[in-house]
């Protein structure tokens, strides 16, 4: 099976809070369909992934692997199916500027049956201006 690669560039806020220590990421893209907004919140126990506009999409992750599931709504109808977080790696560093990168890895299933495992990468660099 051939993996396949998509890239995106995108400029988006990232922040910690600092009560919480839970991990933000927003930031739009534009695609065919239209403009999708995306939040990640990253935690110690759960990674959700929310993505609304053009498409609407939320993906919620426990760290613990216990199944979730996905709920994605393309305007044609409702799609249900679960997912289980395989690996998620977070390394941030704080030199002259920020840098950090986000991969987690996780598998989709549709009523018991593997369909995919997929890779999430995220590289995250402070604007220069």
Not at 17 to 30: A, I, N, P, Q, V
Not at 31 to 46: H, M, N, P, S, W
Not at 50 to 70: D, P, Q, Y
């Amino acid at each position: 099976m051939e993996e396949e690669t998509t890239e995106l560039t995108a400029s988006g806020v990232f922040y910690l809070d600092h009560k919480t220590g839970s991990r933000y990421l927003h930031y739009e893209e534009e695609q065919e369909a239209g403009v999708i907004r995306t939040v990640l919140k990253v935690t110690d126990t759960e990674v959700l992934l929310m993505r609304s506009g053009a498409v609407n999409m939320r993906m919620h992750f426990f760290r613990e692997r216990k199944r979730s599931t996905i709920s994605v709504d393309y305007g044609v109808g409702k799609l249900m199916m679960e997912s289980e977080l395989l690996n998620i790696e977070e390394i941030y560093t704080q030199n002259e500027m920020f840098s950090g990168k986000i991969n987690f890895q996780y598998e989709l299933l549709d009523n018991g049956v593997n369909i995919g495992i997929f890779d999430i990468s995220m590289i995250l660099e402070e604007d220069k201006e």
